[in-house]
Each structure stands twice: as structure tokens, then as C-alpha cells.
């Protein structure tokens, strides 16, 4: 069965520091792999999006970054945090061509 | 994707059925609706999808209109479990990629 995997759960870090926040996926092969956000009390926001090894489409220009350097291996990134940057991220991964999506558990980032 | 509306906010007392409803006047003939809730604190989960006909599940069922204009998420029996934000979204196809919504926060009374 397939799985997905994001950790830490939980992090904290200051200002201007950087970020990698990592996400992979088992029991599926070239899967599509999305990062999500959700800052407190809002919706959930499309952040980047990979189709395949090395393709990242950005849906908000901000200073996060992601890449896909395995097929089943997503990776958040930031050089410089900003305190807007805190919120619930979440990875998630679906099949080509529709179909449900299946959601991690999510890192709970606080920026201070 | 095409645009899906659905109130902020509905309450509904424990053990009893659950109307959500969800406006997508703009649909296209191949956009499926799927559904999807968000508990406290965790990732959101799939919970249903229909292209025409009404389908059903072990966590719900989905009531599509005969336009398609509208769906409802009916949940049979509600618990206390069930309270979440549920979104009713329709997944574009161009890279696959889903658009969530502010969505329905449910609260159930005990």
C-alpha cells in the first residue's frame, strides 16, 4: 500500500534561518507530490506542484523553493525564513490523470 | 478550476444526518467532484468524488444534481468525529493540481 512520509512534525526556527522540510512517498511510482500551506485560521494554499524528477511549477511567488531530486522525494526550502513564513505545511501525492489525493501529517513551522 | 461555493459555517446535532451543500455552476462536462475534510491539526482526507451519478462510501454518500450546478456531501449519522472543514472541490486537469477553498467548517452538538 502506499504511504507518505513528511517530517519533522514540528519545528521553530528564527528569522533568516534556512529551511528543509522533506516529504517522500512509498508504494507508488512517479507520482504527482504538491507542498500546501495553511497559516492560522486560513485555507489551505497551493505552493508548488512536480509532475516529474526536476519539474516544479510555483503557484505564489515567495522566497520558499522546492525540488524533486528522486521520484518519490519532495523537498521544501527556503534560504532566509521570513516570521510569514510560519504556518501548517503539508505535502501530498497523487496518481497522473485524477484521483483522489492522499495528504502527510503535515510540519507545524513557527518562525520567531 | 472552475469555482465551487459553499457556506462558512453549519451546525448539526450528534446522531443526525448532515447536508453540505456545494454551488459549481460553472462545471464542465468532465470535472469530477471530489470532497474532502480537514480534522483539527491534520492534513485533509479524501472523502468522496462523482462525476453524474449519486455514489456512496463507507464515510458518506454524494448527491449530484441532474446539471451538475450543485452537489451535497451527506453524512448519514454525525458524530463528534465528523467535525472538520469540508471542502467540495473540482481538480483541474492541467498538471493535475488541486485548488482548495475556504470550505465548510462543521460543528457538531452533542
Known sequence: SQTIHQWPATLVQPVGSPLSLECTVEGTSNPNLYWYRQAAGRGLQLLFYSVGIGQISSEVPQNLSASRPQDRQFILSSKKLLLSDSGFYLCAWSVHGGGGYTFGSGTRLTVV | ?110
Not at chain 2, 459549481?24 to 462525476?51: A, C, K, M
Not at chain 2, 455514489?55 to 454524494?62: I, K
Open chain 2, 1 to 110: 478550476d472552475a469555482k465551487t461555493t459553499q457556506p462558512n459555517s453549519m451546525e448539526s446535532n450528534e446522531e443526525e444526518p448532515v447536508h453540505l451543500p456545494c454551488n459549481h455552476s460553472t462545471i464542465s462536462g468532465t470535472d469530477y467532484i471530489h470532497w474532502y475534510r480537514q480534522l483539527p491539526s491534520q492534513g485533509p482526507e479524501y472523502v468522496i468524488h462523482g462525476l453524474t451519478s449519486n455514489v456512496n462510501n463507507r464515510m458518506a454518500s454524494l448527491a449530484i444534481a441532474e446539471d451538475r450546478k450543485s452537489s451535497t456531501l451527506i453524512l448519514h449519522r454525525a458524530t463528534l468525529r465528523d467535525a472538520a472543514v469540508y471542502y467540495c472541490i473540482l481538480p483541474t486537469w492541467d498538471g493535475d493540481k488541486i485548488i482548495f477553498g475556504k470550505g465548510t467548517r462543521l460543528h457538531i452538538l452533542p
